[in-house]
Structure formats: structure tokens, C-alpha cells
């Protein structure tokens, strides 16, 4: 268990529609990081947030967005939902940028 | 881009046996990391080398880093069915790290 809890496991949802995936870090972790892990495009970084601001942009849609709150968590936002969007999304986090970053299980999002 | 690049794609050995896998990386970095993953499941973290070392060692694990060369080994000695996984290395810089597309390895009992 790496300390790094994604909910939910598993969404199932249909084109067009939004949905929000959530992350809690590891305790004391202030960096969250967000991967999509797709079949035919390997791990890709979407954004990096440190202590609630954002820090660096990956390949993030405009369609994507994402937040660190307060607390640490961190939501990513998916709209306008597309078949081609259906990945494991990952969330990791780290004590500070440049540490060893800790994985969440995933959450596996299925567009239909 | 600083996408890290695995070699070989895939890798089939013996219980026993090592397993090397290869990273190679197109600009500079701060810290290099490699993970494993098992089918679907989430990333683990095995060991983050700096670059400014050139080896580090995690029980049977041994990495090693040329920033000369812009490549990382990873050795798996006396491997084991349960290192049967991909095994993906990232390399990074402050705030964003990427990965290559990961050696699968399969080792046979």
C-alpha cells in the first residue's frame, strides 16, 4: 500500500458526460501528480500541483482540468467525455518536486 | 523530448536467472526513478537515483546511471515468478517526470 488513495476504483460512463476522480496523498506528500495510462499511448503526464498551486502541464486536454484543495487532495476533472478517454488515470504523490513519487491503484474510467 | 526509453521491449528468463533492463533518455535531469507494474494494477516504486550518483542498490536490485551516456541499467538478480511485471523508468526533473513505454519481464518457474 503506498498511502496514496484513488477513489473511485472503477466509472463507467457515457460520451459527452463529466465526472471527477479524486486523490488523497500520502500523508505529508505536498506534490500530486496526474498520469493517464492508456493502451496505446503509454504513461503520459497530464499536471503537477505543489501545495495547492500548479506547477507544471503535461499533454492536459482543455476538455481536462484539475485542483488541489487545501486539505492536499486533489480532483481531476474530465468533460465532454470521449470514447478515446477510456485509461487508467493515476494519481502520485511526493513530499516535495523532485522526490520519489508513490502511486495510487488507479482509476479505471470507461467511456461507452 | 524527455521521455525515457526501455530496452528491450520484452525480456523472458528462467527463475534464477538476472534480468537487465535499459533506459535511455534525450536531455538532462535531476533524478531518475523505476517502477514496476503488474498487469492493470498500480505502479510500484522500486528506487529514484539522482544524477549526481552512479549506483544505488535495493535489496536485489541494482541501478546504475551514465549521464554521459544519458542511460540507466536495471539489474534483478536471482529473479523470482514474482518480479514477473513491466517495469517502467521515469526520468525527471523538479516538478514532472516521464515514462518510457516499459520492458515487460517474464520470469518462467
Known amino acids: 500500500d503506498s498511502g496514496v488513495t484513488q477513489t473511485p476504483k472503477h466509472l463507467i460512463t457515457a460520451t459527452g458526460q463529466r465526472v471527477t476522480l479524486r486523490c488523497s496523498p500520502r500523508s505529508g506528500d505536498l506534490s500530486v501528480y496526474w498520469y493517464q495510462q492508456s493502451l496505446d499511448q503509454g504513461l503520459q503526464f497530464l499536471i503537477q500541483y505543489y501545495n495547492g498551486e500548479e506547477r507544471a502541464k503535461g499533454n492536459i486536454l482543455e476538455r481536462f482540468s484539475a485542483q488541489q484543495f487545501p486539505d492536499l487532495h486533489s480532483e481531476l476533472n474530465l468533460s465532454s467525455l470521449e470514447l478515446g478517454d477510456s485509461a487508467l488515470y493515476f494519481c502520485?504523490?511526493?513530499?516535495?518536486?523532485?522526490?520519489?513519487?508513490?502511486f495510487g491503484q488507479g482509476t479505471r474510467l470507461t467511456v461507452v | 523530448s524527455q521521455q525515457g526509453e526501455e530496452d528491450p521491449q520484452a525480456l523472458s528468463i528462467q527463475e534464477g536467472e538476472n534480468a537487465t533492463m535499459n533506459c535511455s533518455y534525450k536531455?538532462?535531469?535531476?533524478?531518475l526513478q523505476w517502477y514496476r507494474q503488474n498487469s492493470g494494477r498500480g505502479l510500484v516504486h522500486l528506487i529514484l537515483i539522482r544524477s549526481n550518483e552512479r549506483e544505488k542498490h535495493s535489496g536485489r536490485l541494482r541501478v546504475t546511471l551514465d549521464t554521459s551516456k544519458k542511460s540507466s541499467s536495471l539489474l534483478i538478480t536471482a529473479s523470482r515468478a514474482a518480479d514477473t511485471a513491466s517495469y517502467f523508468c521515469?526520468?525527471?526533473?523538479?516538478?514532472?517526470?516521464?515514462f518510457g513505454s516499459g520492458t515487460k519481464l517474464n520470469v518462467k518457474p
Open positions: 536531455t538532462s535531469i535531476n533524478n
Open positions: 502520485a504523490s511526493s513530499v516535495a518536486q523532485g522526490t520519489e513519487a508513490f
Open positions: 521515469a526520468v525527471g526533473n523538479f516538478n514532472k517526470f516521464y
